[in-house]
């Protein structure tokens, strides 16, 4: 979702310079265009060559190179750029841009930008929360640049504190929200995620293979788009994304009670748990012992979530409701009697037989039926792509 966006790096001095370059590796193979330029001090860490090799362009260092004299570098370089970023960016520059001074190639570029600008600071946490800093940052935030807040944590200098750079997740993260489309502002999105795991015994419990990969990737994407977003998992073994209010539900009924507790701030509720249809009639105290001949397990039905949400449905304020349909046949037939019998406003169908979809694989192949039977089918994409797909269909529902 990066590819060929035109990505002017910035690199000012600081140990953080290292981190920096994994970051534009990363670009890179994302297929962005990365030009790289640096501080004189940031080439004292890392050499320019580095930055020149991973990202297959020429590096800028200094406004007075003998061959720039034929283009004048830090204007035509600003016109140029999708994107303008300072990674790591230290105080005195931050101090620089927030003062307008123009006096390298990084802070006379930044002045000469019109492009949406993200600093991403790095530095001892003293100098971090000094009031200068703090009133510098403050001062960018007005000018309209993205500030990412550092992580916490050691420090290179051995201090422990604010101030160390955050890590590409986030900044990419931070990159794909400057690009989306601010669609779901000021819009309350409930998510579910992940697996419902029904306890027997102490030691066991029915399941299913959910990873939670798709609903992470609908929770961080419509983050991204501007959402505030509840995020109601089953267990997983992902990180927790920015920025994202999650609960965690380890059963149906918890998942149940933690969607109906929140149903009333939500705009949309995107369903796309894999909801344990039964749980065992009866939690056992004590471990089932291993006996010699077989055992009955009794189990009883689960709340139906979505179909209880689509009960609700019509009555003032209810929120546009999008359930998933895990089919292993007869996939567009099974979606249209579940789009209709719980009374939504869109089912992402998906197959959950092959390797490359559904359950636990990081790519996924959507159909997505709406409420007028419209349908959309999509090709084999990421998670996150097909997540930006949902998003974008849910808007022009919105509309
Ligand atoms: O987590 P991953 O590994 O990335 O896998 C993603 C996924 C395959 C789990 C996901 O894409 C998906 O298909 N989720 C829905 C799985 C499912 O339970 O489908 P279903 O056809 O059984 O249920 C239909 C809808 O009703 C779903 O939106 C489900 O969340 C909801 N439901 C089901 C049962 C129940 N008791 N309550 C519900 O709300």
Avoid at 66 to 84: M, Q, W
Avoid at 133 to 157: H, M, Q, S, V, W
Avoid at 167 to 189: C, G, H, I
Wanted: proline share 4%; charged share 25%.
């Amino acid at each position: 979702m990066l590819a060929d966006k035109k990505i002017l790096f910035g690199v000012s001095g600081s140990i953080a310079v290292y981190k920096a370059a994994e970051w534009v590796r990363e670009l890179a193979k994302a297929g962005a265009d990365v030009t790289v330029v640096m501080t004189e001090a940031a080439t004292r860490f890392v050499s320019p060559l580095t930055f020149a090799t991973l990202s297959g362009r020429r590096v800028y260092t200094g406004m007075f190179e003998p061959d720039s004299g034929e283009e004048v570098t830090h204007i035509n370089l600003a016109k140029k750029c999708d994107l303008f970023l300072v990674a790591p960016a230290t105080a005195q520059t931050i101090a620089k841009l927030a003062n307008g001074f123009a006096d390298n190639l990084l802070t006379s570029l930044a002045l000469a930008n019109r492009a949406k600008m993200l600093i991403f600071p790095a530095m001892n946490s003293n100098m971090y929360c000094h009031g200068a800093t703090r009133a510098n940052l403050a001062r960018l935030k007005d000018y309209g640049y993205g500030i990412i807040e550092p992580d916490e944590g050691k420090l290179a200098c051995g201090d422990e504190g604010v101030g160390r750079l955050v890590d590409w997740e986030t900044a990419r993260d931070a990159l794909l929200s400057a690009f989306a489309p601010q669609d779901l502002l000021e819009k309350t999105v409930i998510i579910t995620a992940g697996p419902t795991c029904e306890p027997f015994d102490p030691a066991r419990h029915l399941s299913n293979r959910s990873s939670g990969k798709m609903g992470f990737a609908l929770a961080r994407s419509a983050k991204q788009r501007g959402a505030r977003v509840i995020l109601i998992s089953g267990p997983t073994s992902l990180k927790k994304p920015s920025g994202v209010e999650v609960i965690n539900s380890a059963t149906a009924l918890e998942m149940h009670d933690a969607v109906m507790d929140n149903y009333d701030r939500a705009d949309i509720v995107v369903m796309s748990a894999a909801v344990s249809d039964y749980r065992p009639a009866k939690l056992k105290e004590k471990k089932v012992k291993k006996g010699s001949g077989s055992i009955a397990l009794e189990l009883v039905p689960n709340p139906d979530i979505l179909k209880e949400l689509g009960k609700r449905k019509g009555k003032a304020g209810s929120p546009l409701l999008v359930g998933f349909a895990a089919e292993s046949s007869d996939h567009l037939e099974e979606g249209k009697r579940k789009l209709k019998e719980k009374k939504l406003d869109l089912i992402v169908v998906n197959d959950i037989i092959g390797t490359e979809t559904g359950f636990a694989s990081d790519t996924n192949q959507v159909s997505l039926i709406d409420r007028d039977y419209q349908l959309e089918k999509s090709p084999l994409l990421t998670k996150e792509e097909c997540a930006y797909l949902i998003w974008d269909k849910i808007a022009r529902l919105m509309q």
